[in-house]
């Protein structure tokens, strides 16, 4: 074998041991009630259609609802990983559309209540998933608790749902203020959901960025606009994504397209782009030659 066909040999092994990027998403909102874990499971689905290996992660810890939403069977969840009784990929189920889910539990305090230690311990156990994941989604619950802060500090982008009423905008306004002023994140993006149309959802994007502008100088994108649909609702009674029971319906459409913009985002700056990075800021780990300090 030739010098050159070893170096060429070489430098692709190299690559293969690289961790493979991975897009890592926080869908989150100010309050509950606006359909964030239908966003994240469609998004989901969406992103698994369009051939990404898809996990999402049910961080709603003590009120989870993402096996529920899907009527799915989850034998084991998150506490059976915290009990050290299970390992990850044990607790993993799969869902409609080719999506994987980590679930969480419904009803236990000691999710809910989790120290650091704990909640880092759990999500360190996705560094072994690295190479077979594409996409992560965390679906945060309402709100800001500490868990919510920390999930969304970690991922690179964070989707806030919003809806049209007064306290939906508040609420996800007072989101982005803590986590841009305390936590330093910067890239946040909005889905309006039950919008009559898409100028609806201009508009709605269009007042949180500008109390955004004048408060906070932070610039919001928006990643999609989900309307009102009749389907949509029929999907959630038949516990199924609208995007796999009624692809062609206004919604399943216009979560297929949230997901391809949410495709295109560029790698933020400073950020490797893989689970592995997505730990250690979940952890907390200290800035260092990685670029941690341009994003934080």
């Known amino acids: 074998m030739s010098m050159?066909?070893?170096?060429?040999?070489?430098?692709?092994?190299?690559?293969?041991r690289q961790p493979r990027?991975?897009?890592v998403i926080a869908v989150?909102?100010?309050?509950?009630?606006?359909?964030?874990?239908?966003?994240?499971?469609?998004?989901?689905?969406?992103?698994?259609?369009?051939?990404?290996?898809?996990?999402?992660l049910d961080a709603d810890l003590g009120l989870a609802n993402v096996d529920v939403l899907l009527g799915l069977q989850a034998p084991y969840n998150l506490s059976h990983l915290l009990r050290g009784e299970r390992e990850l990929e044990e607790i993993m189920i799969s869902a409609p559309g080719g999506l994987r889910i980590v679930p969480a539990s419904s009803g236990v305090a000691q999710?809910?209540?989790?120290?650091?230690?704990?909640?880092?311990?759990?999500?360190?156990?996705?560094?072994?998933?690295?190479?077979?994941?594409?996409?992560l989604l965390v679906d945060v619950a309402a709100g800001i608790s500490p868990s919510v802060l920390q999930f969304c500090a970690a991922a690179q982008d964070v989707a806030v749902v919003v809806c049209d009423e007064p306290s939906s905008l508040t609420d996800a306004y007072g989101l982005i203020k803590v986590l841009a002023r305390d936590h330093g994140v910067r890239r946040f993006h909005t889905v309006a959901n039950r919008v009559d149309s898409v100028q609806h959802g201009r508009?709605?994007?269009?007042?949180?960025?500008?109390?955004?502008?004048?408060?906070?100088?932070?610039?919001?994108?928006?990643?999609?606009?989900?309307?009102?649909?009749?389907?949509?609702?029929?999907?959630?009674?038949?516990q199924s994504p609208v995007v796999t029971a009624y692809p062609s319906s206004p919604a399943a459409r216009a979560f297929?397209?949230?997901?391809?913009?949410?495709?295109?985002?560029?790698?933020?700056r400073g950020m490797s782009g893989c689970i592995e990075?997505?730990?250690e800021r979940l952890a907390g780990a200290p800035a260092g030659d990685d670029g941690l300090e341009a994003v934080s």
Not at 4 to 16: E, K, P, T
Not at 31 to 49: M, P, Q, W
Not at 256 to 268: H, I, N, V
């Open 4 to 16: 050159h066909d070893l170096a060429r040999q070489a430098s692709g092994l190299a690559s293969f």
């Open 21 to 23: 990027p991975v897009r």
């Open 28 to 56: 989150a909102s100010g309050k509950g009630g606006v359909g964030k874990t239908n966003v994240s499971v469609n998004l989901g689905v969406a992103f698994a259609a369009m051939g990404r290996r898809t996990l999402l």
């Open 111 to 135: 999710l809910a209540d989790l120290a650091p230690a704990e909640l880092n311990g759990i999500i360190n156990a996705f560094g072994s998933l690295a190479e077979d994941v594409d996409v």
């Open 203 to 238: 508009r709605l994007h269009n007042k949180l960025q500008a109390v955004c502008d004048r408060f906070l100088e932070i610039p919001l994108q928006q990643m999609g606009a989900i309307p009102e649909d009749p389907l949509l609702r029929r999907a959630v009674q038949m």
């Open 256 to 268: 297929k397209e949230t997901a391809r913009r949410a495709d295109k985002l560029p790698e933020p």
């Open 277 to 279: 990075f997505f730990l």
